[in-house]
T-cell receptor, first 114, second 109 residues
Framework: EAQVTQNPRYLITVTGKKLTVTCSQN?????MSWYRQDPGLGLRQIYY???????DKGDVPEGYKVSRKEKRNFPLILESPSPNQTSLYFC?????????????FGPGTRLTVL | QKEVEQNSGPLSVPEGAIASLNCTYS??????FFWYRQYSGKSPELIMF??SNGDKEDGRFTAQLNKASQYVSLLIRDSQPSDSATYLC?????????WGAGTKLIIKP
């Protein structure tokens, strides 16, 4: 089944404790992206990747890191999480960086930072 | 800062009626426009995309684009309770998708 997977789905952590949220797609998509979704603010892009070893900042990159060592994986790293990073996170992928391609979303990761 | 504006709702529509969802955007250079549906607690899924001025129909859904007015809308005919969800408008801007905050639609049986 073609899909985007994220792990963990739910995470409660404390300020300053490094964490990684994994994202993997099995559709051989070139483009991958991370979003956060907060009430009243919609989806905001954190980072995106047009292809392996190519990553770029989105609108809200502060406090986050990403890597794209393999085509299928695009992990999101929070080196020192803070309470304002409490949010719902979505990973998405599409065939290419051309924006007319449909983006497929993972199931989401709900993160709480205490 | 490029913006996409949607009325947050909730928009309440009787079953069988037409639901009309609206979206305005600020970047005159935008070329691609998308409507996604998001059920509570779930991830967004694409309903329709439109690139050209005018109407595009797909089953019960019609997307309408007016680039001069920087306005895109989604009409849902014969609304069903299963259409109750939040509808997200997304617009391309400088190789990114800019998202509206979404309109919550409630279809009343």
């Amino acid at each position: 089944e073609a899909q985007v997977t994220q792990n963990p789905r739910y995470l409660i952590t404390v300020t300053g404790k490094k964490l990684t949220v994994t994202c993997s797609q099995n559709m051989n998509h070139e483009y991958m992206s991370w979003y956060r979704q907060d009430p009243g603010l919609g989806l905001r892009q954190i980072y995106y990747s047009m292809n392996v070893e190519v990553t770029d900042k989105g609108d809200v990159p502060e406090g986050y890191k990403v890597s794209r060592k393999e085509k299928r994986n695009f992990p999101l790293i929070l080196e020192s999480p803070s309470p304002n990073q409490t949010s719902l996170y979505f990973c998405a992928s599409s065939l290419s960086g051309q924006l007319y391609n449909e983006q497929f979303f993972g199931p989401g990761t709900r993160l709480t930072v205490l | 800062q490029k913006e996409v504006e949607q009325n947050s709702g909730p928009l309440s529509v009787p079953e069988g009626a037409i639901a009309s969802l609206n979206c305005t955007y600020s970047d005159r250079g935008s070329q691609s426009f998308f409507w996604y549906r998001q059920y509570s607690g779930k991830s967004p899924e694409l309903i329709m995309f439109i690139y050209s001025n005018g109407d595009k129909e797909d089953g019960r859904f019609t997307a309408q684009l007016n680039k001069a007015s920087q306005y895109v809308s989604l009409l849902i005919r014969d609304s069903q309770p299963s259409d109750s969800a939040t509808y997200l408008c997304a617009v391309d801007s400088n190789y990114q998708l800019i998202w509206g905050a979404g309109t919550k639609l409630i279809i009343k049986p």
